[in-house]
């Protein structure tokens, strides 16, 4: 039987981020990519093997009126910005040999070029928690999965998205 060393981490287990890096990328994606502010998207964990997000419900998002229900576009637009969130921090973590500052510009040229958003269950609910991890980053494209959860934790919506990242 062999021993393994608990102390040092695996192959398996990625490194966590600094936090200088962790202060950036919430930065860019919370205070200069303004839509994320007009959603009231915020960042709650960031981690190399995936992201997580909420948005409270406020009545400038309701699309429908008589069920209080958050708009369909917030949900696409939220699971979207999750799902370029996880592909920034994919990149970050295959380039932890740079320092933090030079990692947070190598997100310029990543942008959208296939989304897929699944409507599953009315979204309705005082907040929502978005997910995404990445599924493949290559170098020129990344897949994603992303998911909008209701208050309970019941799934509402899911996602799939291709990014470019150079």
Do not use: C, W
């Amino acid at each position: 039987m062999s021993k393994t060393n608990h102390n040092t981490p695996s192959a398996a287990e990625p490194r966590a981020f600094e936090p200088e890096f962790i202060t950036g990328l919430k930065a860019i994606f919370e205070e200069k990519i303004v839509f994320n502010q007009v959603l009231g998207l915020k960042v709650t964990s960031l981690r190399p093997d995936g992201v997580t997000g909420r948005i409270d419900m406020k009545p400038e998002l309701v699309g429908h009126y008589a069920y209080n229900r958050i708009h369909g576009g917030v949900i696409s637009a939220g699971l979207d910005a999750m799902g370029g969130l996880a592909v920034m921090a994919a990149i970050g973590a295959k380039h932890m040999d740079e320092p933090p500052e030079q990692r947070l510009h190598r997100f310029a040229k990543l942008g959208t070029i296939d989304l897929r958003i699944d409507y599953l269950r009315p979204g309705i609910g005082s907040h929502f928690e978005l997910r995404a991890n990445v599924l493949r980053l290559g170098s020129r494209v990344a897949s994603t999965r992303m998911e909008f959860l209701g208050p309970d934790g019941e799934i509402m919506s899911a996602g799939a998205a291709a990014y470019i990242v150079s």
